[in-house]
């Protein structure tokens, strides 16, 4: 397979000749949308009546089902079959694997009757109607068996996570106690939830004996893996689809049993079956954000320099899945700073599994640094800005390692000079707007930059229309849309030509979307499948006496307004393919990161910039307008990168202003369950915001010079808020998220 580096810049998405990359087009898949026609996985027809499953989710946070009364629900009206630890389904032994190199291995559902955490799935209906699948559920006698277990984060009693040693460069601890000017403070996190739009769900059927599976999932092959798996059928007998997301956020990265057991009963029934968690069951049966405690220690000069650079962040995961919130691991890259400690401790606890959401790491990460860089600012007088290019590093300050590009500076003066930032008063508490404190805070952005091996396929047909297929995911985020901008671009064809499918086991296999790293490994991917076909397409041409290019060199050949041509030379893609190839021509490609791509430090840059309304006699903080300069390399389209980085930044001041989840340490379980008790920001907590994006081309990233935006937007924005806070009423609240009840302490 190609390497990136043999598409390097210029190619035809660099060169842009027809002008469609960079341009805000609309959402490829956006008619169906908003007709409310796109199938997402719980609504695809299936071919005969399905059944529809009903989860059962355990009424205790640790412990055992030691029996289960199902007689009853067994004879309910429509029941069609019920499973839990002491009735399941044949399958797999967990961790089976037979296929080989599979990205996943076989996870059997109910193959224990230990209960793990609060929620857990423990008990499956199937049945005629969803309505009859629910009441039949009502009737299982459960009984549990609850054993001692841990609820409580205790960030005392975390450890450092195996293989995950602080980060010390220089002498952190005498620097630090040295440093003439000294800040200490600790900042905390809640648990947080993805709440997507849509709950996890599928609906699966048999065709023969291949397994015909649509699901919600940000990836293809780790859940067609883990059926094949499970079911112990060929891998190829599985054909996953997930066309349509209703968003990912990191929560749909991992497959739950709503897979497992459509496909299972599926298969038991001889029928199609319908499986969805409820909204209800999200909250504990797929993952969440662990909450944190964050201590960030900086030591300056008089003048701004930092000496001494501490940020170490305790967190939490399941008894039995390890995963570290990397709250620290950031703040790497982000400020020079010659003596460093940075780390992390995790604690086990009894609960749900935590696990990775929208930038994991920096979301809340830069909730702490952020806000400890604001107290800085005021402790040594200088504008929050200045002090931060004062901290610039020329290189990543602990690998030495060259930035790509890098633009943070840019992003903060352009933003502020933008935002307005001039108008700020260091001073706090010095504007008023009738009862409301008036203030503007800012903070910088930082997500590290990826990209993962990819292929595709290409074919043009006989009437000239290029259709792209590739086993990629678009959990709302524009994916369909700058696939099709490159195909179009890389052939030289109108965007209306071009025909995106992806989502489909069958297709060739991209890694699906998750760390801001969809849109370069997916079009690196199509940009270098577009040249292989430009090259085979050429060689047609050129070899073939009845066109116009006969004879030609085929290196020569361009591709533009549907045209394959050489200087005054040309025929329509349709001509050439309709005469020599009328069942089409398609191609294979695809890209590998180039060798050397990680000799540079890589990021996503921004900065945010808040401005805030504190209610002086309510405690009730209201956004009055946010800006966002963003610097992410090259942008395929304005539109939907826009969308990404306002849509982080709106979820910014969720994580500031509304998020939180805790536990009710007597059972284990989460308080809030459903959005009424989980706040997520609202049209009327969102007035002005805006996000632009500075002109960028990152050569060392990928071919296509573009970096992720897809998490960037949400680093940062809720320390810009609360540091606006702040600055309105001169309340620091470290603890997030900043509710009116804080505020109002604070104000005495
Ligand atoms: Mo993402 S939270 O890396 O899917």
Redesign the pocket.
């Known amino acids: 397979m190609p390497s990136v580096t043999d598409y390097a810049i210029p190619n035809p998405v660099s060169q842009n000749k027809s002008g469609v990359i960079g341009r805000a087009v609309d959402r490829y898949e956006g008619p169906l949308k908003v007709s409310g026609t796109a199938p997402y996985s719980y609504e695809v027809q299936t071919p005969s009546p399905p059944a529809y499953g009903y989860i059962v989710g355990a009424e205790i946070g640790c412990g055992r089902v030691v029996a289960v009364d199902d007689a009853a629900a067994l004879a309910a009206p429509g029941v069609k079959l019920v499973w839990h630890a002491f009735r399941t389904p044949a399958q797999a032994e967990r961790g089976a694997k037979v296929n080989p190199h599979g990205q996943s291995a076989a996870e059997p559902v109910f193959d224990s009757d230990v209960v793990e955490f609060w929620g857990q799935p423990v008990a499956f209906v199937a049945a005629d109607t969803p309505e009859n699948a629910r009441e039949a559920a009502q009737l299982l006698g459960i009984r549990y068996q609850e054993t001692p277990a841990e609820f409580g984060f205790d960030p005392l009693k975390a450890e450092i996570p195996p293989g995950d040693d602080d980060v010390r460069l220089g002498d952190f601890e005498g620097a630090f106690a040295a440093a003439p000017v000294r800040i200490d403070s600790l900042f905390t996190t809640p648990i947080q939830n993805h709440c997507q739009m849509e709950p996890c769900a599928t609906t699966a059927w048999f065709e023969g004996d291949t397994l015909v599976v649509h699901t919600s999932n940000?990836s293809i092959k780790a859940p067609q893996h883990l059926l094949a798996e499970t079911l112990q059928i060929h891998r190829e007998k599985v054909h996953l689809m997930s066309r349509y997301i209703g968003g990912?956020?990191?929560g749909k990265?991992s497959a739950y049993e709503d897979l497992t057991l459509a496909a299972l009963a599926a298969r038991d029934l001889k029928q199609p079956v319908k499986v969805a968690f409820t909204r209800q069951q999200m909250f504990h049966a797929s993952i969440h954000r662990p909450a944190t405690v964050q201590r960030v220690r900086l030591g300056a000069t008089p003048d701004g320099k930092l000496t001494a650079f501490a940020l170490e962040a305790a967190t939490h995961c399941a008894r039995n899945v390890s995963f570290t919130e990397h709250a620290a691991s950031f703040s790497r890259a982000l400020y020079a700073a010659p003596n460093r400690l940075t780390g992390h401790r995790l604690v086990k606890l009894d609960i749900p599994v935590a696990g990775?959401?929208?930038?994991?790491g920096e979301a809340v990460g830069m909730l702490s640094l952020e806000g400890a860089m604001d107290e800085l600012a005021e402790a040594v007088g200088l504008d929050p800005i200045e002090l931060r290019i004062r901290n610039e590093p020329e290189s990543h300050p602990e690998s030495g390692a060259p930035f790509s590009a890098r633009q943070l500076v840019e992003c903060m003066t352009d933003g502020a000079e933008r935002f307005g930032w001039s108008k700020r008063d260091a001073k706090p508490a010095q504007a008023m707007d009738g009862e409301w404190f008036v203030g503007m805070g800012m903070a910088a952005a930082i997500r590290g930059n990826f990209l993962l091996p990819a292929k595709a396929s290409m074919k043009v047909e006989a009437d000239g229309t290029v259709i792209i297929r590739q086993g990629m995911t678009d959990i709302g985020t524009g994916t369909y849309t700058i696939l099709a901008q490159i195909t179009a671009e890389t052939m030289g064809v109108p965007l209306e030509r071009v025909v995106v499918e992806i989502g489909d086991s069958g297709f060739a296999p991209a890694p699906g979307?998750?760390?801001?790293f969809g849109a370069a490994s997916a079009g690196s991917a199509a940009l270098a499948t577009g040249m292989v076909l430009r090259k085979t397409l050429a060689g047609m041409a050129v070899a073939d006496p009845a066109s116009p290019l006969y004879g030609a060199d085929p290196s020569a050949v361009d591709f533009r307004d549907g045209l394959i041509t050489v200087e005054n030379r040309s025929e329509t893609l349709a001509s050439l393919v309709g005469r020599l190839a009328p069942a089409g021509v398609e191609v294979e490609g695809g890209s590998t990161p180039a060798a050397d791509a990680r000799n540079w430090a890589q990021h996503a840059y921004g900065a945010t910039f808040a401005e805030v309304g504190v209610n002086s006699v309510t405690g009730e903080i209201r956004i009055r307008r946010m800006l966002g300069a963003f610097a992410c390399g090259r942008i395929l389209n304005a539109k939907t990168a826009r969308s990404q980085i306002t849509g982080g930044m709106i979820w910014g001041v969720g994580t500031a202003l509304h998020e939180s989840n805790s536990v009710d340490e007597r059972f284990g379980s989460f308080i809030g369950q459903d959005l009424g008790g989980y706040l997520v920001p609202a049209h009327a907590d969102i007035v002005d915001v805006d996000a632009y994006f500075l002109p960028e081309v990152d050569d060392k990233a990928n071919p296509l010079g573009i970096k992720g935006v897809g998490?960037v937007g949400i680093c940062g924005v809720g320390a810009a808020v609360a540091n606006a806070v702040y600055n309105a009423c001169g309340v620091r609240i470290r603890d997030y998220p900043l509710t009116p009840d804080k505020v109002l302490a604070g104000l005495g």
């Open positions: 940000q990912g956020f990191g990265g990775p959401m929208r930038a994991p979307s998750g760390g801001q998490e």
